[in-house]
């Protein structure tokens, strides 16, 4: 088996081709062992040993003879014994000598090979077993490395996080941060000194002691509230410090209240943010609820989508967050750059998206063929962002269908990540946009489209193929406010598509007022007019309205012509018909018009400016360019203002108009239900203002003549009516806030 075997032969031939000694030596079998012929098979083996084993196989010990180390058989055979092994061996005959070389030799030759190519072998296992271990270890390794930079990034933004409620802290801790405000505003009449308001709170305190107003355990507690800075305390004081004590004490005494309410946590998503990003009224509502709500002593925020067209400079200590935020989308993870900053002393986190869409990079806020693509994107991003802070607020305030989809998004997928303790409250200011879409969308943002395309959930009421986002607002949320109780009685009339769903969820609707921000829209102090003025004092009004018609060339009638505004930021076809109409009702009646406002629609934008060139050779200005600060000095000259506004069912314009005493001209919508009384409805005493029923122009017109009409004949019934819509409270502080407190407590 030895001498016929392949291994043998080849390993003969490779010492032959390796030694010229065994060159022309000749391998013979003396007998052929079981057929096989050693001189065939050496011909028909190829060498493949390699060449480093060539100097064993090359051994002295095969010019020596056969030292008789094992038993002789017949014909030559010898049997031979080494490792264990045993075979039959042949007698080989050399060329050069003639001398046979044992078998022995040749055997301890074949067994040196074997044992080399054994060995070589073992180390080739464990050089390939190491290089697969060190693979192993670089995997692990290049893991370990993802897992640091993930847990850096991680503690990066835990950082930012107590960093922002640090910056929280101190501004809840600085005396003077929320009442400084108040009082730096131009035409002020109370100077307070911030640092001193607390020290001023407990000399009341002491005072009060003294006359028997409080007692000494009452004043105590009523004192440790001051020492730990109590922003209710220092408002209450800030608003009634003109009282005497005892009327004092009883104002303070509500805060020793053991059911006194607690600040909430309130996290504001939405896409509009006044004065940053600003195209209907949700920007001034957002802004003003948020302050509001801040007064009260709660903690709010807001999270907005950092459009490229957004009026940052409005915002304080703008900075790029060194976290990324990674959202999914599409099937992706997909990277978001964070931004911080304050508007009004409100926090607020812009989300900028790394998305190859450019979702927020446009000059537009809405009205985009992917804006679901856009704003679902947007809310799942700003619950990630959430989840990833380890933000837990009490109420997540939702608004319009932009931010609907938050909803389901919370319940059906954040809701069990820290999020447990937060309840969801979404306002809709217009219930006419829904935004409907495939069902199969859902799923781009994360959510199940064959869990939520059904009856009882986002599948529209109307078309069953599609999905509603604004029904998921609905169905999805604890509560469902709307501008007013009116305009949530009529939803159920009015329906928009939506019956069955409102009266599946009647019970979570609430109406309630939007107020008016008073730290911008107060003629006492507005810093953007020539005078200011108050029901007490008029006379600033009047200088007001002097200094605009010299602005704008309106010099061939008296003063006491009456000046009609008309204001309309975002003009649309309808309003556009019932501008001309009122601009045609004023000029017949030789009163001055002045309208301010412009349209992202073409053609509506081409009839504006023809007529502007018309109006300037009449008694009437068109302003193509809206600007806030002209707005200001519109509103404030005014006689008569016309609120156009008839697609925002929440326009406060008429509430502005009263603020500035203007008598507004509006259509008498539900959210403004109470709010403009028309002066031949009722009595004198009660009456503000003028109203249409429907959105012709002729009825615009009608109501407008008789507005003129009084102002020409009855002086003091015009007076009236002045004097009962500036006396009126529109501030959020007023009711509204309240409400709002109230309606978040009910769902917590």
């Known amino acids: 088996t030895i001498c016929g075997s392949p291994d043998f032969c080849q390993l ?4 032959t081709m390796e030694s010229s000694s065994f060159s022309s030596r000749l391998f013979q079998c003396h007998g052929s062992f079981w057929g096989w012929n050693a001189s065939k098979r050496l011909a028909r083996v190829r060498p493949q040993t390699p060449r480093v084993l060539l100097p064993i196989l090359v051994s002295s010990s095969l010019s020596e003879r056969h030292r008789g180390d094992g038993e002789s058989f017949p014909n030559g055979h010898i049997k031979t014994q080494g490792n264990g092994m045993e075979a039959l061996q042949a007698p080989v005959l050399s060329e050069e000598k003639g001398s046979v070389v044992g078998t022995s030799d040749m055997m301890k030759l074949f067994n040196d090979t074997q044992q080399n190519m054994l060995h070589l072998n073992k180390q080739r296992l464990i050089a390939v077993e190491k290089l697969k271990k060190s693979k192993m270890d670089n995997e692990l390794l290049l893991a370990r490395i993802g897992q640091l930079e993930a847990e850096m990034q991680a503690s990066a933004a835990h950082c930012d996080v107590l960093q922002r409620q640090m910056q929280t802290l101190e501004s809840k801790l600085n005396e003077g941060s929320w009442w400084l405000e108040k009082h730096e505003r131009k035409g002020s009449t109370k100077k307070v000194d911030p640092p001193s308001i607390f020290s001023k709170l407990m000399l009341r305190i002491d005072s009060m002691v003294l006359i028997g107003a409080l007692s000494t355990s009452q004043a105590g507690a009523l004192r440790s509230l001051v020492l730990m800075r109590d922003t209710q305390a220092g408002e209450i004081f800030h608003r009634h410090e003109d009282k005497d004590d005892k009327e004092l004490a009883q104002d303070l005494l509500s805060l020793l209240d053991p059911n006194r309410r607690h600040g909430l946590h309130i996290v504001h998503i939405c896409t509009e943010l006044a004065p940053v990003a600003v195209s209907g009224v949700l920007g001034a509502y957002v802004t003003g609820l948020s302050r509001a709500l801040r007064r009260k002593g709660n903690f709010v925020e807001v999270i907005l989508p950092k459009y490229v067209s957004a009026d940052l400079k409005h915002v304080k200590n703008l900075r790029e967050m060194p976290a990324e935020l990674y959202s999914f989308f599409g099937g992706h993870w997909n990277k978001n750059k964070l931004w ?23 000059e537009h806020f809405y009205n985009y063929s992917d804006d679901f693509e856009r704003f679902t994107y947007f809310c799942r991003a700003s619950l990630e962002l959430l989840v990833r802070s380890g933000k837990q607020p ?20 954040f809701v069990n990540q820290g999020l447990g303790g937060t309840r969801i409250m979404f306002t809709c200011h217009d219930f006419k946009y829904q935004c409907v879409q495939e069902p199969h969308k859902l799923a781009l943002c994360g959510l199940d489209p064959q869990q939520l395309h059904r009856p009882d959930r986002l599948q529209d009421n109307l078309n069953h193929r599609l999905v509603n986002l604004l029904k998921g607002g609905i169905v999805y949320s604890n509560k469902v406010t709307t501008p007013s109780p009116q305009y949530a009685k009529d939803l159920i009339i009015r329906e928009h598509g939506l019956k069955a769903t409102l009266i599946t969820h009647k019970n979570k609707f609430e109406g309630i007022y939007n107020g008016l921000d008073e730290s911008i829209w107060n003629p006492r102090h507005d810093p953007l007019l020539p005078s200011n003025y108050s029901l007490e ?22 003063c006491s012509t009456p000046l009609v505004g008309c204001i309309a930021p975002q003009v649309s076809d309808l309003e556009l ?13 030789r009163a001055e018009f002045v309208f301010m406002g412009s349209s992202k629609v073409p053609h509506i934008q081409k009839i504006l400016d023809s007529l502007q060139q018309v109006s300037e050779k009449k008694d009437g200005c068109v302003l193509v360019k809206y600007d806030e600060s002209v707005a200001h000095a519109i509103v404030a000259a005014s006689d008569i203002l016309v609120c156009a506004s008839i697609n925002e069912p929440a326009s406060q314009m008429q509430l502005i108009a009263m603020q500035y005493g203007a008598v507004p001209v509006s259509k ?14 009722v009595a004198q005493s009660e009456a503000t203002g003028f109203t249409f029923q429907s959105a012709k122009g002729a009825d615009l017109m009608v109501a407008l003549s008789r507005a003129i009409d ?29 409400a709002y407190m109230d309606s978040y407590q009910s769902i917590l």
Do not use: Y
């Not at 900053?341 to 989300?351: E, L």
């Not at 109409?581 to 017949?588: D, P, V």
């Open 12 to 15: 003969s031939q490779l010492a």
């Open 340 to 362: 911080t900053g304050v508007v009004h002393g409100i926090p607020v986190t812009f989300i900028e998206p790394f998305h190859p869409g450019g979702f927020f990079s446009r």
């Open 394 to 413: 009490d109420i997540l305030h939702l608004h319009n269908w932009q931010t609907a989809a938050a909803a389901p998004l919370f319940w059906d997928i």
């Open 537 to 558: 004092d008029l006379s600033g009004k009047a200088h007001c309205k002097e200094v605009l018609r010299e602005k704008l060339g309106l010099t061939t009638s008296s």
């Open 577 to 589: 018909e019932l501008m001309k109409s009122a601009l045609n009702c004023t000029l017949m009646k």
């Open 668 to 681: 008498q919508e539900s959210c403004v239900h109470r709010s403009v009384i028309d002066a031949d409805d």
């Open 710 to 738: 009084l102002m020409n004949s009855d002086t003091e019934r015009w007076k009236g009516l002045i004097r009962n819509g500036m006396s009126k409270d529109f501030s959020w502080d007023a009711i509204c806030v309240d």
